[in-house]
């Protein structure tokens, strides 16, 4: 199908969970002009394809009657439904499920929360809709264009490659999960490299530590700190030793005061996480320092585009985020759920950052979403680092409501985590 300014695409939603199939019609609709029908079951919706068949259905694996194979069998016995496109979108990672969706034919087979820029890339190759033409783009200027032209897609879909997770963090993310695992074994790993070994011990030594007597070894870190504790900063060394600063002072993005504003995210994200049960300390620190991985991809492997959108960002004095999905319809949230997919982190890690920017997209029970969205805020309301962006958000109504604090103030809130701002600084 050829799309062109006037035509609608008909679609096809299927999902059990009206929440959820409600978020992905705004979602639809977003990026491409469309008549959507809904449905959270096989048999209705069987119906509804022999009434008027879809050019696109995308559905839910586990529907109310049944799975989505089912669905796909039909379709296969019908000669003009055989071709009618079909992407999975759902939370299940089941490597069977999705050879079994393949072997019945499914376009592709997303993950929720579904990336808006992935679904995009699929429905503009579906339907062969030029990126001007998809309802997500807005107008741009000549210089905007040419910066989208430098911001090769096929990149992102090969995101594992541009930003592997490094070696012994993620050996490190693996030890934790071994229940034989020894404050011996993360000793070992830490101290085969000297740079990193140091680093660790920089920031151990910090006034937010505020030891009165220098820690000289990884192993008295881990009696004096915990396993945890210094496995979360191993985990950060190694991501700024990866990333690291380039020792250039930069106006509009400085790699040092970015540091700084991630691991003081990670620290209040740390803090919030104690008003809810389903979030522990350790996975509230990992999404505070991830959740702007994405800008350091951008910068790394996009240096001209990123400093342009910081750059506008600036001048127009508009939220970075909103000034990138204006011009490259993607911004470093997305980007950054993209990398953590890639890395195999868990869902609700990489919920929060996708979603820390857009906290009304989450629901009120994924609290993972809400405490990085506040821990950000608030990270830009006490000037903890910097992180690119010239106006911070708002914190959303709905994240206090999730984590049971709608009734106290922002200073009151701030208070109960008893940060210690000025340590932290101080961190890097």
Known sequence: ????LE?????????????????????VEKIIKCDIRSSDNVREAVQMITKSVPDLIITEWELADDD???????LMKHEEWATIPVIICSSIRSEEVRSRAKQLGVYDFLNKPVNRYILSWNLGLLFSVPESE????????AVEADYRARFDRRKIAQISALAPLPELAQKIMELTHEPSYSPKDLAELVKQDQSLTAKILKIVNSAYYGFPRK??????????????????????????????????????????????????????????????????????FVMGLLHDLGKVVLDQHFNEVFKY???AAAERNEPLHKVSHEILKIDHA???????????????????????????LARLDDHSVHIAHLANCFCHIKDIGASGNPVPDKPYDGSFIALKQQHKNLDDIWESLKIDIDSIKLLI
């Open 1 to 4: 199908m050829k799309g062109n």
């Open 7 to 27: 035509s609608r695409v008909n679609i096809l939603l299927l999902d059990q969970n009206l929440e959820e199939l409600h978020m992905l019609q705004g979602l």
């Open 68 to 74: 989505a194979a089912e669905l796909l069998k039909i």
């Open 134 to 141: 998809l309802a997500a783009a807005s107008d741009v200027t």
């Open 215 to 284: 820690i000289g070894n990884i192993d008295r870190a881990i009696v004096i700190l915990g396993f945890n504790e210094v496995s979360n900063i191993t985990i950060a060394a190694c991501l700024m030793q990866v990333f690291p600063d380039d020792g250039e002072e930069k106006q509009l993005f400085d790699r040092r005061m970015f540091w700084t504003h991630t691991l003081g995210t990670a620290y209040i994200a740390r803090a919030l996480s104690g008003s809810v049960k389903d979030v522990s300390r350790r996975d509230a």
């Open 309 to 311: 959108l910081l750059a």
């Open 334 to 360: 997305e980007i950054g759920g993209i990398i953590a997919e890639s890395w195999k982190l868990p869902p609700k890690l990489v919920r929060a950052i996708t979603y820390h920017h857009s906290p009304g």
